[in-house]
């Protein structure tokens, strides 16, 4: 570090490795680091490695839940309220060549967090309910939004005309060429409407909007994924929703990207572990003039020049 004078006195900012700036009236010069020190401990390497699949089931979804987050503090984005409420949910690694090339896993992700009560779901993977009540109505081609709309509010006391329903798709896939698994995101939604004779399945998933033994749920037959139902309302130039989470509907491909299997094969790719062998639980053997793994049988008294 050097302090300059004369016309000097009056830079401010970064020259190649130096960097100028302002005190007490004078100019300072330092030199930036030349190398910065990327740590690898086991904790910021599991981390690191969760982090991909988060971001791109953020990526994939994120036009979809506009204003899903409803209470963030000043200068938070729903962006950093779903990673920040998701990183601690699942832990599903990838490589880094996996996240490059567009890959993602379906997993059971927080989506929504507000102040309507939550659609609570009994069930899981092809099958569910949601605690929607349909009373008598059977969802089928011939029932028009009017009759949907009039079912919900008429047995559900949460539900008014005006509310929407909305309903979040995730399906698994797998690239055919690289064999990397991705998502599709997909969501329809209807507004509670008392007047509208427009057919309900001309608007919404059929798999979304099905009678399940009297209630709103799931039917099988669209694929491995994940989804979950929204009710969602405007209230005072504000948008209210419920809190939700995704239905696993996708355990198989979940398995073969969790656990420390999948952590192994993912953090060689961001380069490796990086501990010390006197941080208690980082590390167990060592090796001595020997390969990894090994330990060596210290010389006994009779092998050791002991005198000399």
Request: charged share 20%.
């Amino acid at each position: 570090m050097a302090i300059l004078n004369g016309i000097l006195k009056k830079l401010n900012g970064s020259a190649g490795s130096l960097t100028f700036k302002q005190v007490n009236g004078q100019t300072v010069v330092s030199e930036k680091p030349s190398t910065v020190r990327n740590s690898r401990t086991p904790s910021q390497q599991r981390q690191r490695t969760k982090w991909g699949n988060v971001v791109q089931m953020y990526k994939g979804i994120c036009p979809l839940i506009n204003y899903g987050f409803e209470s963030k503090p000043v200068g938070c984005s729903d962006y950093n309220m779903f990673m920040k409420t998701n990183m601690k949910l699942t832990d599903i690694y990838l490589t880094r060549e996996e996240v490059a090339g567009g890959g993602c896993i379906a997993a059971p992700y927080q989506l929504t967090q507000g102040s309507l009560p939550a659609i609570v779901v009994t069930g899981s993977a092809d099958n569910a309910r949601t605690d929607i009540k349909l009373g008598s109505l059977k969802i089928d081609a011939s029932t028009t939004v009017k009759d949907f709309s009039a079912a919900v509010v008429t047995n559900n006391p949460d539900y008014d005309y005006g509310d929407q329903i909305s309903f979040f798709d995730v399906l698994q896939r797998v690239n055919a060429v690289t064999q990397i698994p991705y998502c599709q995101f997909l969501a329809t939604n209807v507004v509670l409407d008392k007047t509208s004779e427009v057919k309900l399945l001309d608007l919404v998933s059929k798999y979304g909007f099905a009678t399940v033994d009297g209630y709103l749920g799931h039917i099988e037959g669209e694929g491995n994924g994940v989804y979950a139902w929204v009710h969602s309302r405007k209230d005072s130039g504000k948008t209210l929703v419920s809190t939700q989470m995704f239905v696993d509907n996708n355990a198989e491909m979940i398995a073969e990207y969790s656990g420390d299997q999948a952590y192994k094969r993912s953090v060689k790719t961001y380069g490796g572990e990086s501990s010390s062998f006197l941080t208690p639980g980082t590390a167990t053997t060592t090796a001595n003039n020997g390969s990894a793994g090994e330990t060596e049988t210290p010389p006994s008294s009779s092998d050791s020049d002991l005198g000399s």
